[in-house]
């Protein structure tokens, strides 16, 4: 299965998401907020399938973090979640460097798609390449 690296803020979004995705087989890395996950994306060597990170949080934001990602790791998935619109509109010019917006609240069927949507369409875009 896949190598995911988790970022958000919220303690109970991200246990609850980081299960979901384990119950499907993913290896999953938690981090708290977009410095924590930069450092532990860099301390891998960039060595994930797919990053999924909120937008909205301290430190460093989830729009900086997908740049700053992408840049390093340009064959990295990226796939974002907030529960806020203006974020969401933040995240529409960043077509080219993300795969999807996930709207909170969301359901644990709805991220385990999500999830295994960007993981298909990532696998595709390296069989064409």
Not at 11 to 31: I, N, P, Q, T, Y
Not at 98 to 127: C, E, W, Y
């Amino acid at each position: 299965m896949a190598r995911i690296l988790l970022s958000d803020d919220e303690d109970a979004v991200r246990s609850f998401v980081k299960r979901a995705l384990e119950l499907d087989g993913h290896e999953v890395m938690a981090a708290v907020d977009g410095a924590d996950a930069l450092d532990k994306l860099t301390a891998e060597g960039g060595a994930f399938d797919l990053l999924l990170t909120d937008i909205r949080m301290p430190m460093m934001d989830g729009i900086a973090l997908a740049l700053a990602s992408a840049r390093e790791y340009p064959g990295l998935t990226i796939l974002l979640m907030t529960g806020y619109a203006d974020q969401r509109e933040r995240a529409a010019g960043l077509d080219a460097l993300i795969h999807d917006v996930v709207t909170k609240p969301f359901s644990l069927d709805q991220i385990r798609a999500a999830v295994r949507d960007a993981l298909g369409a990532s696998g595709r875009q390296r069989l064409s390449a």
